[in-house]
């Protein structure tokens, strides 16, 4: 098939801004990020949590000096692109992120972590089909967003089709979620939560929400974080008083039979990076 | 306390909470290796042996990073190498009652902190490798470790710092969420 010139330009800088962003979300925390995990060791009462907070600051200064991944779960890259007026959506524009994806997967170098679902034959460049996810929002530049996602926060996300009436209860399913995690999602943990839509459109906010800066919170999200931290389950379910960061929230209106929450949760290590696609 | 492998009996007096290092060789084993050693042998000798859940990133033939993973994934698949006399399994967010009881009397559970891999990497030097077919997330890779920072989360004894913190969650989460 012949590819047009113009969108073999589009593909390729997608491409470039693709691999950069991925490179610098791998390598380097967003300075909201450490600055919660400064203030959070900073405040510590628990010899272990510290000894785990202070192990996790040490990482982080040691993969920026190395100019290595923070974690070896370089995740699955999640992927969110704005386009300006100007700029149509067209296949190019995916193409230009899957090729970017494949050349950070060498360059960085990430860990080849996507598989078939069933057979789990690994793709050994980390696309594969319908992955990345790239999601599309419209904006004033063309930019090029990542948020790599490791498996074991991942994992330990929820949703649920709540009553109506338990808008109450929302607290409840989001602190249930942790005590069920435990410290599998390496915690401390910045949770997103998304409130309504329907079913995907909750699981999608939640996800977004995990790119909100951390550095505030309004009071339902503070009263969410501190439900959290009351449970004690500390960095690494080892104990302390460290379980959660942050917690996000993003709301959708929603049918008024229906309240769907999902929480996604999202381990220390919340790796995120824009990039302005050169054009 | 600093642990060097072969490990013996010195694991026998750790107790859940104490903070320890370990040196020597470990063997990374994650779901997949497990399967393999369970169908095909134990590649490596057993005794005193440390097992490291993890699958690392490679380059060159050179540990570019190296953290743990979860566990718990393995809970059913680790009785066997303890009966082979495996000594420490280590890794992040703990292992279930199973292998809690599997532990006793055998060995301990050392939790490395998660998603620390450039520490960890920055204490390691890969040996080798077995299963390679594996791929290198699933692969059983060799290395020298040097001085890892580790907590006792599981001792010989019964004793479980995870179970311990995950029970008083659960109380504060009932008396918070429903008592009222």
Same mark, same amino acid.
């Given at each position: 098939m012949m590819v047009n010139p113009a969108d073999q330009t589009l593909l390729s800088a997608l491409a470039d801004a693709t691999e950069k962003a991925l490179a610098k979300a791998e390598i380097r925390l967003p300075p909201d990020v450490l600055a919660a995990l400064r203030r959070a060791a900073a405040a510590e009462r628990d010899a272990i949590a510290r000894r785990e907070l202070g192990n996790i600051l040490e990482n982080i200064a040691l993969a920026e000096e190395r100019q290595v991944?923070?974690? +070896?779960?370089?995740?699955v890259p999640v992927v969110y692109l704005t386009l300006p007026p100007d700029v149509p959506f067209s296949p190019a524009l995916v193409d230009g992120v899957r090729e970017g994806v494949r050349r950070a997967t060498a360059s960085v170098p990430l860990?080849?972590?996507? *598989?078939?679902?069933?057979?789990?034959?690994?793709?050994?460049?980390?696309?594969? *089909?319908?992955?990345?996810?790239v999601h599309v929002m419209p904006g004033e530049r063309l930019t090029v967003t990542v948020l790599p996602k490791g498996a074991g926060s991942e994992n330990a996300s929820r949703i649920g089709m709540l009553l109506?009436? +338990?808008?109450?209860e929302i607290p409840k399913f989001v602190a249930e979620t942790m005590l069920l995690a435990g410290g599998k999602p390496c915690p401390p943990v910045i949770l997103g939560v998304g409130i309504g839509g329907t079913f995907d459109t909750a699981a999608a906010l939640a996800k977004e929400a995990?790119?909100?800066?951390?550095?505030t919170m309004d009071d339902y999200e503070q009263k969410l974080c501190d439900a959290v931290n009351?449970?004690?389950?500390g960095p690494m379910g080892?104990?302390?008083?460290?379980?959660?960061?942050a917690v996000k929230v993003k709301r959708a209106g929603c049918h008024t039979a229906s309240l769907p929450v999902a929480v996604n949760v999202q381990c220390w290590a919340c790796r995120r990076a824009t990039v302005e696609v050169e054009r | 306390m600093n642990l060097t492998t072969?490990?013996?009996?010195?694991?026998?007096d750790l107790v859940a909470g104490d903070t320890v290092t370990l040196s020597g060789t470990i063997y990374t084993a994650r779901d997949e290796a497990h399967l393999r050693m369970m169908e095909e042998?134990?590649?490596?000798?057993?005794?005193?042996a440390a097992v490291y859940h993890c699958g690392p990133v490679v380059q060159d033939g050179r540990l570019v990073v190296a953290g743990p993973t979860?566990?718990?994934?393995?809970n059913a698949l680790t009785g066997f190498l303890l009966d082979a006399g495996v000594r420490a399994l280590i890794g992040k967010g703990g292992m279930g009652p199973e292998v809690v009881e599997h532990l006793r009397g055998r060995g301990v559970y050392l939790a490395l902190t998660g998603g620390c891999a450039a520490l960890a990497a920055a204490r390691m030097t890969l040996k080798g490798v077995y299963f390679?077919?594996?791929?290198m997330a699933e692969a059983v890779w060799v290395i020298e470790a040097d001085h890892l920072p580790l907590t006792v989360?599981?001792?010989?004894?019964?004793?479980d710092l995870f179970r311990a913190v995950h029970e008083k969650a659960k109380t504060q989460f009932h008396q918070r969420f429903n008592n009222r």
């Open positions: 991944p923070i974690c +070896q779960d370089t995740g860990r080849p972590n996507v *598989v078939d679902p069933l057979t789990r034959e690994n793709t050994h460049d980390n696309t594969g *089909v319908g992955m990345p996810a109506p009436s +338990q808008a109450g995990l790119l909100l800066p951390v550095d009351a449970l004690g389950i080892l104990g302390g008083d460290t379980t959660a960061l | 072969p490990l013996g009996d010195e694991v026998l042998g134990i590649p490596f000798d057993p005794a005193g979860t566990s718990a994934r393995m390679e077919d594996l791929g989360g599981i001792d010989a004894h019964g004793g």
